[in-house]
Each structure stands twice: as C-alpha cells, then as structure tokens.
C-alpha cells in the first residue's frame, strides 16, 4: 500500500521535483522555467500565471499512482489550467514520445526481414492515427465544454474510448516482448520496452485528468433531464442481466470508475436505488425482453 504524499503551495519547488522524476515532465508541459532558486510552488506558480492548487492535483496524479481527486481536492481550482496542459501534453505525445518511439522501433526492426518490418510499421501507424483523432475529439468537443464554450457537447456525449489506446499500446509492448523475430536488435528492443511503458503510465494520468476536470465541469451544471442517455440505457440493460461492475467495463470498453458514475446517474434519473428494481424499470420500458433475464 502506497503512501500517500503530501503537497503543499508553501513547499519549496525543488522539494516537490525532488519527490517524483515524472514531475520533471509536469513542470515542462505547464511552461515554467528552471532557475526558481529556493522559491516555492506558489511563488514560482504564481509568476506564471498558473493557478497552484490546480499544478498540485496534476502532480499528485501523477506522483501518487491510482490517487483519484474528490471533490474537496478540486474545490477552487482552474479547470483551464488542467485542459491547457492536456492540450500541451497532446503535443508533447505527438512531437517527442511517437517520435522517439518510432525511431527505437525503426533501429529494433533494421536487422529484420522486410516483411516483418511492413507489419510492425502497419499496426504502429494505425496506433497513430486513432490518437491522432482522439486528440482532435478532444480539442474540438471536449476541451472546449470544459472551459465552457458553449459548443453542443453535454453530459452523456462522451466517447468513452480510451481504453482503445492503451489496449493498443500493451499489444504493442506484448508483440515485442513475445513475438519480436530473434535477429531484432535486442537493445533498441528494451529501449522501445521503456519508451511503451512510459507512454503507457503517462496517458493513463492524462485519462484521469481529463475526467477530472469533465466531471468537475458537468458538477458546475444542473443537470434537469431525467432521460436516461443512450449509454445510460446499455448500461443499464447491462445491470438487469446480472453483470459486476467489471464485467460491464470489459463488454462496454469502459473504466469501472465510469461504469460507477452511469450507475449513479441512473440511479438519480430514475430514482430507483435496487438491481432487481431496474430490471422491473428495464423490462417496462422494454429495454430488455424477460427471457433475457435470469
């Protein structure tokens, strides 16, 4: 069991750095510069412009593995601070670690058959291009309905598809540590081995981020409709064939963490609490025919 960490705007900046490497990445992508001395995160956060109770959450994310912000974490930060470093950080996954990535996976492959070479280049382009348009969702209906825009993105329009990514990066890593020909280079091998994980770690922070700073914004709105969304409604055919949380992330390509918040959403919209009471609600609705259920 991790212990949990303590920040705090008053600590020194090079103190926090100190605690966790990662945070090197965090400092970059938020724009400040070295050479802060003995000032502290506040101090150095503030001649930045940048919210420090906001620059702590993402830290903390990243620092304390699993930690998740609640409420009392959140309360009286910016999330514009947190959608301009996810849009940094798209830059930063684009410009350097696809690149990096890409060229240790050329050097591993040289050695190897031409054919070999055309299959790993095929499954690494398309990995490209579907977090290529994940990021341009995000830029253009996500990040946008964060920082309040006005588009028409609301509650119950979120692709939750990021499970496809990092799906993707595991086969990938698994493809080299199990399937990789014997004349690859095994040295740029570990390298890319590294390069996957790091990528892996650090998209599963910008994850949760996101929907830190998502459910944050639809926390600012009242939500006055009770109609159950077309996700709420799968989810909830889900729960009346008698599926565990687990079960209904793996068939839906979603977190549990998501799976939890629909439930309570369905909950709240229908004002029924019991498993066996939404499956009376789903039959009468006739969202799902009673020989489905058991």
Same mark, same amino acid.
Request: hydrophobic share 40%; proline share 3%; net charge negative.
């Given at each position: ?5 303590? !920040? ?18 965090? !400092? ?10 003995? %000032? ?112 028409? !993105? ?64 639809? %926390? ?28 209904? %992330? ?45």
């Amino acid at each position: 069991m991790s212990t949990e960490l303590s !920040f705090s705007p008053s600590m020194k900046m090079a103190e926090l750095l100190e605690k966790d490497a990662s945070l090197l990445g965090v !400092f970059a992508r938020m724009g400040l510069s070295f050479g802060y001395g003995d %000032a502290t995160v506040e101090e150095v956060c503030g001649a930045a412009g940048i919210d420090a109770k906001t620059f702590l959450v993402i830290c903390k994310v990243y620092a304390q593995n699993g930690w998740r912000p609640g409420p009392e974490d959140l309360e009286g930060t910016d999330n514009s601070v947190i959608v301009t470093y996810l849009s940094r950080s798209h830059d930063y996954y684009v410009n350097v670690a696809l690149r990096d990535l890409a060229s240790g996976i050329g050097r591993m492959m040289c050695p190897c058959e031409e054919a070999h070479q055309r299959v790993i280049w095929k499954f690494f382009s398309d990995f490209k291009e579907e977090l290529s348009k994940h990021f341009e969702y995000e830029e253009t209906k996500v990040f946008p309905y964060v920082k309040d825009h006005g588009n028409d !993105f609301g509650p119950g329009v979120y692709q939750e598809d990021h499970s496809g990514v990092e799906e993707t990066l595991d086969d990938l890593r698994n493809l080299v540590m199990t399937h990789l020909p014997a004349n690859a280079d095994q040295q740029e091998a570990f390298k890319v081995l590294s390069g996957i994980n790091a990528l892996e770690a650090d998209i599963h922070c910008h994850i949760l981020l996101e929907e830190t700073a998502l459910e944050g914004r639809r %926390a600012e709105e009242p939500d006055t409709d009770d109609t159950l969304s077309p996700r709420e409604k799968e989810i909830l055919v889900c729960v009346a064939k008698g599926m565990l949380n687990k079960e209904i %992330a793996d068939v839906n390509n979603i977190s549990i963490h998501t799976v939890i918040t629909h439930r309570k959403n369905i909950t709240r919209k229908t004002g029924i609490k019991t498993v066996a009471g939404l499956t009376v609600y789903a039959l009468l609705n006739n969202l799902i025919d009673i020989n489905s259920v058991e």
